[in-house]
């Protein structure tokens, strides 16, 4: 059974920094690639940030210079580095694995406030 576990939320003041955690159990986790995405309220879910299985990552715009999604394949977790925090990134973070099949984690939430 494929299962993903995310930790590390909370509620922070803006400027503040967070790190999420995710790892998983009952996949290959060195040949999945990793997404970490969010929900704010009342809005879709939006992919935040990208790792390949070689390190290669990649950010949406709006949390470049401020996010560092990384991966240790030895621990099968992968990490969202979130710096510089600001009210709109408010959310429910979910982390994503795509390997045979599209896993999701059950979310933390992070809330960032003024």
């Known amino acids: ?3 993903l576990v995310e930790s590390g939320g909370g509620l922070v003041q ?6 999420l ?3 998983g159990s009952g996949i290959i986790f060195n040949i999945a ?3 970490w995405y969010r929900q704010p309220p009342g ?3 939006e992919l935040v940030a990208t ?5 290669s990552a ?4 709006s949390v470049k210079g401020r ?5 240790d394949n030895a621990k099968g977790t992968v990490y969202l580095q979130m710096n510089s925090l600001k009210p709109e990134d408010t959310a429910v973070y979910y982390c994503n694995a795509i390997e045979r099949y599209n896993y999701w984690g059950q979310g933390t939430q992070v809330t960032v406030s003024s």
């Open 58 to 61: 990649d950010y949406t715009n």
């Open 21 to 23: 955690s995710c790892t």
């Open 43 to 45: 809005k879709q879910r």
């Open 33 to 35: 690639r990793m997404n």
């Open 51 to 55: 790792i390949t299985t070689t390190g």
């Open 14 to 19: 803006a400027g503040g920094s967070l790190r």
């Open 67 to 71: 996010f560092t999604i990384s991966r």
């Open 1 to 3: 059974q494929v299962q």
